[in-house]
């Protein structure tokens, strides 16, 4: 088997075809088919006429929240807070932009009038989170005051502030799970009227949530790839969601995960036999899956573990010749670009 390095993924992409803002409309992003012997360049609102009745459609229902505070010091110094997961009550975990870290103790001056008590750092002394208290005037939770004054959490290649605009289109249609600080990008491009046609030929659909933290921008900086250290993501797998993938592969229908996100929910799940907890599952050429055939995904970043995810799902050459391809074709990049389908490279469908 071949053995990958960190270069190995690397690829030169042209700045201008990085997305600063999604498609006109959801389904009208370009969509690369990779199925087949070579790549045919379609539009996302033909996925439904790519797909076979007795498919399973399985998306990310997370839901992106505002996880984006600013704020300033006692001593006036500002700050930027970005919330990666909410614990009990009024605890958060955070990463943190100051100049100079804040004693432990400290009361944080949040922007909407609240505050943000420095408990420690996370998950121990050593961790490169920290541990907040949060504590509203008008015992608001978390929650709340993300909704009331958070920031939606653009990626770091999106260059401009958060609008309105980003507000609605940085979320998914069937986004239900608060918790997420970064979108499951590749289910934007579905619309109401893409489902509609999806339910009409009889491809079925279900859900798990995993809620993506900022660690999925988390830049890998070993050559040897066996050398990297995953992010932890909260997941579960529901009881129907399990029933409804059981049933597609006895009728010998193909399991379409809607991202990576959803990749790594099901073959977490498929490894462990957990369906509900933490994963940190890195997916790299050699990945034995148990349940994906096929990936609707955007175009990753170069050198990252998405580039790996999805070279291990549909074969390195294939993948880099796609993105080549797509390259060439000046498809549009990452968050908000363009998607692309792929099948498992052990698939025979």
């Given at each position: 088997?071949?053995?990958?390095?960190?270069?190995?993924?690397?690829?030169?992409?042209?700045?201008?075809?990085?997305?600063?803002?999604?498609?006109s409309?959801?389904?009208?992003?370009?969509?690369?088919?990779?199925?087949?012997?070579?790549?045919?360049?379609?539009?996302?609102?033909?996925?439904?006429?790519?797909?076979?009745?007795?498919?399973?459609?399985?998306?990310?229902?997370?839901?992106?929240?505002?996880?984006?505070?600013?704020?300033?010091?006692?001593?006036?110094?500002?700050?930027?807070?970005?919330?990666e997961?909410?614990?009990?009550?009024?605890?958060?975990?955070?990463h943190?932009?100051?100049?100079?870290?804040?004693?432990?103790?400290?009361?944080?001056?949040?922007?909407g009038?609240?505050?943000?008590?420095?408990?420690?750092?996370?998950?121990?002394?050593?961790?490169?989170?920290?541990?907040?208290?949060?504590?509203?005037?008008?015992?608001?939770?978390?929650?709340?005051?993300?909704?009331?004054?958070?920031?939606?959490?653009?990626?770091p290649?999106?260059?401009?502030?958060?609008?309105?605009?980003?507000?609605?289109?940085?979320?998914t249609?069937?986004?239900?799970?608060?918790?997420?600080?970064?979108?499951?990008?590749?289910?934007?491009?579905?619309?109401e009227?893409?489902?509609?046609?999806?339910?009409?030929?009889?491809?079925?659909?279900?859900?798990?949530?995993?809620?993506?933290?900022?660690?999925?921008f988390?830049?890998?900086?070993?050559?040897?790839?066996?050398e990297?250290?995953?992010?932890?993501?909260?997941?579960?797998?529901?009881?129907?969601?399990?029933?409804?993938?059981?049933?597609?592969?006895?009728?010998?229908?193909r399991?379409v995960?809607?991202?990576?996100?959803?990749?790594?929910?099901?073959?977490?799940?498929?490894?462990?036999?957990?369906?509900?907890?933490?994963?940190s599952?890195?997916?790299?050429?050699?990945?034995?899956?148990?349940?994906?055939?096929?990936?609707?995904?955007?175009?990753?970043?170069?050198?990252?573990?998405?580039?790996?995810?999805?070279?291990?799902?549909?074969?390195?050459?294939?993948?880099?010749?796609?993105?080549?391809?797509?390259?060439?074709?000046?498809?549009?990049?990452?968050?908000?670009?363009?998607?692309?389908?792929?099948?498992?490279?052990?698939?025979?469908?």
């Open positions: 088997m071949q053995t990958f390095s960190l270069s190995d993924f690397d690829f030169d992409l042209p700045p201008d075809l990085v997305a600063q803002h999604p498609a409309e959801r389904s009208s992003s370009r969509l690369l088919d990779g199925t087949g012997a070579s790549p045919v360049d379609r539009i996302f609102r033909d996925l439904p006429n790519l797909l076979r009745a007795g498919d399973l459609l399985v998306f990310n229902d997370t839901q992106v929240v505002k996880a984006r505070l600013f704020g300033k010091k006692p001593t006036g110094g500002r700050l930027e807070l970005l919330i997961r909410v614990l009990q009550g009024q605890d958060v975990v955070a943190m932009k100051v100049s100079k870290k804040p004693p432990i103790g400290m009361a944080l001056e949040m922007d009038g609240f505050t943000a008590t420095l408990l420690g750092r996370w998950p121990d002394a050593q961790g490169a989170l920290f541990h907040l208290r949060f504590d509203s005037p008008a015992g608001e939770d978390p929650y709340a005051l993300m909704a009331r004054c958070g920031h939606v959490p653009l990626p290649y999106i260059t401009h502030a958060d609008s309105a605009d980003d507000e609605r289109r940085y979320q249609v069937f986004a239900r799970v608060p918790g997420a600080v970064a979108a499951p990008t590749a289910a934007l491009h579905f619309d009227s893409v489902l509609a046609q999806l339910d009409a030929r009889g491809i079925e659909r279900a859900n798990v949530t995993l809620h993506v933290g900022a660690g999925t988390q830049p890998v900086k070993t050559e040897n790839i066996a990297h250290t995953m992010h932890a993501e909260r997941y579960q797998v529901p009881l129907t969601t399990q029933q409804a993938i059981a049933a597609c592969k006895a009728r010998g229908g399991v995960a809607v991202g990576t996100t959803t990749v790594r929910t099901l073959e977490s799940w498929g490894q462990t036999g957990e369906a509900t907890g933490d994963t599952i890195f997916i790299t050429p050699g990945f034995d899956f148990r349940y994906v055939d096929l990936l609707i995904t955007n175009f990753h970043l170069p050198k990252s573990t998405l580039m790996m995810l999805v070279s291990a799902l549909a074969g390195y050459e294939r993948v880099m010749a796609l993105y080549a391809h797509a390259i060439r074709e000046r498809y549009r990049f990452f968050s908000y670009g363009d998607a692309m389908l792929l099948a498992r490279e052990t698939s025979t469908c």
